[in-house]
């Protein structure tokens, strides 16, 4: 079983919809959930965090967090066409807090 | 610009070649990380310092592969003997610390073996 997985998409939303990306993660210990934002050809951009049970908001993008079900996901209102990008998880192991373990990422188009 | 920067952003070589690559971290950041990334996978982690100590190296890495920080500011990935399987975005990040949430990736470097 893979340590964190997506899937790998291609998650088509129209323009304006929500669009729900989801992540799940085999170590029930992991504390720390990243959401990363990686354009065709650039690096990964860190978009969301979140550390506890629940949601986290930041303008469109919203972080929801249940450690019971070992996922996390990802909500962005009012999907834009730049939104178009692959969107990484990423997680920390309870055994090592200082890396980053990813899952293989969920492409999103947004289609006007 | 005072963000992560990666030297050179290409490279082509052929197999069996050494090639080294350079990471200048955000010159606060005390803690600088390598990833690899290949096509359709998430960044791998490879290694990381914190100030010159290396403090991880990943079990995946093989011992053709070497890093450095020799005094804790940029940092220098080796390739020695590179293979095809070699191929792949080379990633550097940094952080303040243990906050990962101010981990910010370098533009990569883009390696192909031929």
């Known amino acids: 079983q893979k340590e964190v997985e997506q899937n790998s998409g291609p998650l088509s939303v129209p323009e304006g919809a929500i669009a729900s990306l989801n992540c799940t993660y085999s170590?029930?210990?992991?504390?720390?959930f990243f959401w990363y934002r990686q354009y065709s050809g650039k690096s990964p951009e860190l978009i969301m965090f979140?550390?506890?049970?629940g949601d986290k908001e930041d303008g469109r993008f919203t972080a929801q967090l249940n450690k019971a079900s070992q996922y996390v996901s990802l909500l962005i209102r009012d999907s834009q066409p730049s939104d178009s990008a692959t969107y990484l998880c990423?997680?920390?192991?309870?055994?090592?807090?200082?890396?980053?373990?990813f899952g293989t990422g969920t492409r999103l188009q947004v289609f006007p | 610009d005072t963000g992560v920067s990666q030297n050179p952003r290409h490279k082509i070589t052929k197999r069996g070649q050494n090639v080294t690559f350079r990471c200048d971290p955000i010159?606060?950041?005390?803690?600088l990380y390598w990833y690899r990334q290949t096509l359709g996978q998430g960044p791998e982690f490879l290694t990381y310092?914190?100030?010159?100590?290396?403090?991880?190296k990943s079990r995946l890495l093989s011992d053709r592969f070497s890093a450095e920080r020799p005094k804790g500011s940029f940092s220098t990935l080796e390739i020695q003997r590179t293979e095809q399987g070699d191929s792949a975005m080379y990633l550097c990040?940094?952080?303040?610390?243990?906050?990962?949430?101010?981990?910010?990736f370098g533009p990569g470097t883009r390696l192909l073996v031929l």
């Open positions: 990040a940094s952080s303040l610390g243990l906050a990962l949430e101010t981990q910010y």
């Open positions: 010159s606060e950041h005390n803690r």
């Open positions: 979140i550390y506890s049970n």
């Open positions: 170590d029930r210990g992991s504390q720390s």
């Open positions: 990423a997680v920390t192991t309870p055994y090592n807090t200082d890396k980053l373990i």
């Open positions: 310092f914190q100030n010159e100590a290396q403090l991880e």
